[in-house]
């Protein structure tokens, strides 16, 4: 079975920053991608950011020039630096990681990390 668990979220001010993680455990053969998702209250939730197996990235326009996506492949373990935040980037942040078992390709989320941007 494989579990995220995401730490770092945290009441901030608008215009400061946060790093975000997300630490995977468990039994996989790999993982093909790695990705933060954030759903804000009464909203659908939606794409953050996105990095391969390969190393690209992929960024919500909202989010551009802001935030940064890394990983560590050897901790399994997903970043996201988060900068000049803003009142509307208050939500709960999910990870999420696309691997491949034994079985098959499987997607696996996070329970999530409050992030809150207000003064």
């Known amino acids: 079975q494989v579990q995220l668990v995401e730490s770092g979220g945290d009441l901030v001010q608008p215009g400061g920053s946060l790093r975000l993680s997300c630490a995977a455990s468990?039994?996989?053969?790999?993982?093909?991608?790695r990705g933060w998702y954030r759903q804000a209250p009464g909203k659908q939730r939606e794409l953050v950011a996105r990095?391969?197996?390969?190393?690209?990235?992929t960024y919500a326009d909202s989010v551009k020039g802001r935030f940064t996506i890394s990983r560590d492949n050897a901790k399994n373990t997903v970043y996201l630096q988060m900068d000049s935040l803003k009142p509307e980037d208050t939500a709960d942040y999910y990870c999420?990681?696309?691997?491949?078992?034994?079985?098959?390709?499987?997607?696996?989320w996070g329970r999530g990390t409050l992030v809150t941007v207000s003064s």
């Open positions: 990095i391969s197996s390969g190393g690209s990235t």
């Open positions: 999420k990681y696309s691997v491949v078992v034994p079985s098959g390709a499987l997607e696996v």
């Open positions: 468990g039994s996989f053969l790999s993982i093909t991608a």
